[in-house]
């Protein structure tokens, strides 16, 4: 009996490992911990326990955005199983087998979890779904800690809600014992580095206690001294901080998970690339003509604006000056064959930049169709990985607020950012010959070049803007 028990016990295991890469996703070939497989020797049937996979070499938290499938459902290879949110985009998770969906262990609009973290079960056979209706994840099928020394985390319990919930670093400190090693991943290490923390002193919210991203953009050196009641306190305020919290003459907004990304790497950006700007003023009289040519040629139902026609430009002056299409590379100086360029789109929260490939060559009409749909994807909140992926070089337009310049943060690890600002109408000197008049009025476009010294002088700034300049005051280049 005994022997039947561990053969059979024997087969499952290698069922289960045979099939240990079935779910994987495709936008990630570094998964921190896809998959933990717990079905051999258990009550239940052969099944798979997911876990949440890492999306970029520095994401540590997602959050699960939709289910595509449902409990019970099967799945078959390129089928979509959920959308995971990232600090970017909301990116699909992928099956690469056929299964079924068995049980859900994180609900759609969760908080954030830990990468790694079990996120489903899956079985291969219909029958095995019931046995699956209340399972509870065990602790132990939480992904292994890295450092067995560090304190196990206790499972949270109810505390009352303070009344201005303090950031989650605001914990005690009692991941780091005097004398002891800092469990924290590279991104924590290398944050706290950057803003002058020490990081013994942060508390971890992570899996046993270790310090990740967040609790270094959280950290408040002041609130060192209080210790909150339990572990399970923090939690419980970044769930309370979903909404604005009122103060004594202030009200406090809470920063999504996305915009706290975006602003830690423009700050790194900052302080990294040594920037240095480039401004020219151009007339706008030659291209808004050709636009209101190929609006009549395909039709005003179109939307053919002027950000179409100046991306076509900024690529077309790519292609004319290509030692700005790069990248710093510390030891090298990468050079891009095609240029990809991010368009910032939106605002606050949903401010998002995502990328049109190969610009150069692309039509105008195949680069309005693009900013189109992307456009209308922010609009709708129907986001894919495009919106997540870094291009070769940045464009934001700032026209429809009236502002006339700005000088833009260069997005690493690119060179360039261009930044155009409203259309308006200026009184010129008259290049006419023929004319009597001095002066003449025209429609004046102020375009900021922001550069990387590093890669760019001022030389080749100066010629990539000159290039960009001529195909807007010359438009007929961009049909060429």
Known sequence: MASTSICRGLSQLSRVAARSSSLSLQHSKRAAAPLTLRSWFSSYPPHEVVGLPALSPTMETGTIASWNKEEGDTFGPGEVLCSVETDKATVDFEAQDDGILAKILVPAGSDEIQCGQPIMITVEEGEDVSSFADYVLEESAAPAPAEPAAAAEPAPTPAPTPVTPPP???????AAPAGGRVVASPLAHMLAKDMGYDISTVAGT???????ADDIREFDPSTVAAAMPTEGAPAQAAMAAAAPIPGV??????IS????????????SKRNVPHYYLTVDITMDEILKLRSTLSSAIGEESNLGVYELIVKAAAKSMKAVPSANASWMDSVVRVYDSVD????????DKLYSPVIRDCGAKGIKGISDELNAAVTAVEEGELSSEFASMGTF????????GVKSCAPVIREPQAVALAVGALE???????????EEIYKESVMLTATLSCDHRVVDGAVGAQWLSAFKSHLESPSTLLL
Do not use: C, F, H, W
């Open 341 to 348: 360029i991010n368009v910032v789109v939106g605002t606050g």
């Open 257 to 268: 998970a996305s915009a706290k990304e975006t602003a830690m790497r423009l700050a790194q």
């Open 394 to 401: 940045t464009i934001l337009n700032l026209g429809m607020y």
């Open 168 to 174: 989650a670093a605001a914990s005690a400190p009692a």
């Open 249 to 254: 003459g202030y009200t406090d907004y809470p």
């Open 206 to 212: 992570g899996p046993d206690g270790r310090i990740i």
């Open 425 to 435: 109408n200026r009184i010129v000197p008259n290049d006419d010959p023929d004319s």
